[in-house]
C-alpha cells in the first residue's frame, strides 16, 4: 500500500482527501491511500514517517513554514517562496516542494496575452509570495498592494488611472471576498478596468467573487481559484510519481 496524506491543524475539512480519494477511484489508481494528520504541533511531525508505507505529504495552514526545519531538500521554487505544501520521500530523504507556484502558473498561462507585462498583487501573504515567484519567473513586473505600506508594498490609495492602465493583470490573494462575506472586495478603482485586464482571484468560493463580478462588468477576463486549487493537488502527484 502506498500511503499519502495532509498535515495541518485542524483538518475539519480537507479538499486533498476528498480530491485523491476521487481521483483513485476514477483512474482506477490501484493500492494507495490518502489520510489525514491533525497534528497538534510540528514537533509530531518525524514520528509519521515512522509508517515506512508514507511516501509523501501535503501540507497546510499553519505548517507551510515550520516544517521546513525538518526536510533534507528544498526546490529551488520552495526556498525562494518559503513556504512548503508538498513533501516527498525517496530514498530516505525529505523534499519540500511548493505547488502553490505550479498550480497558479498552469491556470493563468493560458490567459495570459502579449499586453500583459506588468501585474498588480493584491496581499501580502503566502499567496502573495508564490504568485510574485511566478511573475518573476515570467518576466512580469508587478506591484505589490495591501492595507498597509511597507518597503515593497504600495498602499491602495496609489492605485489611480494611469496604474491600472498599465497593470493589466490584477491578482487577489487576499481574502476579501471569501464566502461567507461576499459583499467584500479589494477597494481598487474599478471604474478604470478595461476589456485589456486580466482578473484572477485566488478564492474559490463563491465561484464568482464582486472582484471577479465588478471585472466582468468592464469587460475584463475573469477567472476564480478553483483550477489552481486542482492543478496545484496534479502536481504533488506528479511529484510522487517523478
Not at 513533501?87 to 493560458?110: E, P, Q
Not at 491600472?164 to 467584500?184: C, K, Q
Request: proline content about 7%.
Amino acid at each position: 500500500m502506498r500511503l499519502f496524506g495532509l498535515i495541518g491543524y485542524p483538518l475539519s475539512h480537507s479538499f486533498s482527501k476528498g480530491f485523491f480519494a476521487e481521483k483513485f477511484q476514477r483512474e482506477h489508481i490501484g493500492g494507495c491511500r490518502y489520510d489525514n494528520y491533525p497534528i497538534p504541533a510540528i514537533d509530531a511531525f518525524p514520528a509519521l514517517w515512522e509508517e515506512p508505507e508514507l511516501e509523501g505529504l501535503n501540507v497546510t495552514i499553519p505548517y507551510k513554514q515550520a516544517v521546513m526545519p525538518y526536510l533534507d531538500e528544498l526546490s529551488p521554487a520552495a526556498e525562494a517562496i518559503g513556504a512548503v505544501n508538498c513533501i516527498h520521500r525517496k530514498d530516505g530523504k525529505l523534499t519540500g516542494y511548493n505547488t502553490d507556484v505550479i498550480g497558479f502558473g498552469r491556470s493563468i498561462s493560458a490567459l495570459m496575452q502579449p499586453h500583459h507585462t506588468k501585474a498588480l498583487v493584491l496581499g501580502t501573504g503566502g499567496a502573495a509570495k508564490a504568485v510574485k515567484y511566478f511573475l518573476r519567473e515570467r518576466g512580469i513586473r508587478y506591484l505589490e498592494v495591501s492595507r498597509k505600506a511597507g518597503d515593497e508594498c504600495f498602499p491602495y490609495s496609489v492605485i489611480d488611472a494611469s496604474v491600472m492602465a498599465s497593470h493589466t493583470i490584477i491578482i487577489n490573494t487576499t481574502p476579501l471576498g471569501m464566502y461567507p462575506n461576499v459583499d467584500d472586495a479589494p477597494p481598487i478603482p474599478y471604474e478604470f478596468i478595461t476589456p485589456q485586464h486580466l482578473l484572477y482571484d485566488l478564492i474559490y468560493n463563491p465561484a464568482e467573487t464582486l472582484f471577479m463580478k465588478k471585472g466582468a462588468e468592464h469587460g475584463a477576463v475573469v477567472k476564480n481559484g478553483h483550477e489552481m486549487l486542482i492543478l496545484q493537488a496534479e502536481a504533488s502527484w506528479e511529484i510522487w510519481n517523478g
